[in-house]
């Protein structure tokens, strides 16, 4: 076998879900693209970092400092929806449901692969918080957290944290997504159907 080819085949092993055979299926793919294909896939590659950065406010991906969703003046500054990834705030957004705002945690909280409270953007949360609450107190609008974290181990540990730790705060209530989510699944992979019915029927 050819070292370049499983060298590239190793590389996308490394990427979520993607097994060995799958990862030579991608590299014989790309092999049959013609040679400016792989070109523009390598630049777009190498500067991948450089050209796309994540939003000051909610973490989402962004060109600017603060993205789309966050500079939208029409998205209700009353809601603030917690998700694990960036995937899942967009599954969320195509169902065109949701007109809050958004925090991507980057993760969950799971001992197994040594994520911890501290490994995930909570310390930006709670400032972020404290921010838009400071901002409100002379409205005495009520600010709804909805945890979207996902219905398995990880994201029902993350849920209980946040839960304890944003409890006290005053004028927050907060909300779990989650009915209609059968437990274990993943909210990236929920159908549109599943994610309306989870959010109007919020807990
Ligand atoms: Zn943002």
């Known amino acids: 076998m050819n070292t370049k ?17 799958q990862a030579a299926r991608f590299v014989i793919a790309l092999l049959d693209q013609p040679e400016e294909n792989l070109k ?7 500067h991948l970092k450089r050209d796309v950065r994540f939003c000051d406010e909610c973490f989402n991906v962004s ?28 599954s969320v957004e ?17 001992p197994l692969d040594k994520i911890n409270p501290a490994s995930l953007r909570i310390k ?9 609450l400071a901002l409100r107190q002379a409205q005495g609008d009520n600010l709804e957290l909805i945890v979207a974290t996902n219905p398995n181990t990880p994201g029902e540990t993350t ?4 839960r304890d730790i944003l409890a006290n705060k005053k004028g927050v209530s907060i909300t779990r ?8 699944s993943n909210l990236e992979y929920a159908d549109e ?10 807990k």
Do not use: W
Request: hydrophobic share 35%; aromatic share 6%; proline share 2%.
């Open 177 to 184: 997504l989650g009915r209609g989510l059968s437990s274990g």
């Open 5 to 21: 080819f499983q060298q590239l085949v190793k590389l996308f092993q490394k990427l979520p879900g993607v097994g060995p055979r």
């Open 193 to 202: 159907t599943t994610l309306k019915h989870a959010l109007e029927y919020r």
């Open 40 to 46: 523009e896939l390598g630049e777009s590659i190498n």
């Open 159 to 162: 849920a209980l944290y946040l």
């Open 124 to 132: 930006e949360l709670e400032k972020r918080l404290d921010t838009m």
């Open 63 to 90: 060109s600017n400092h603060s993205c789309s969703i966050c500079h939208d003046t029409k998205r209700d500054r009353n809601k603030l929806m917690i998700v694990e990834k960036i995937t899942d705030l967009e």
């Open 94 to 110: 195509k169902t065109g449901l949701y007109k809050g705002l958004y925090h991507v945690l980057g993760g969950a909280i799971n």
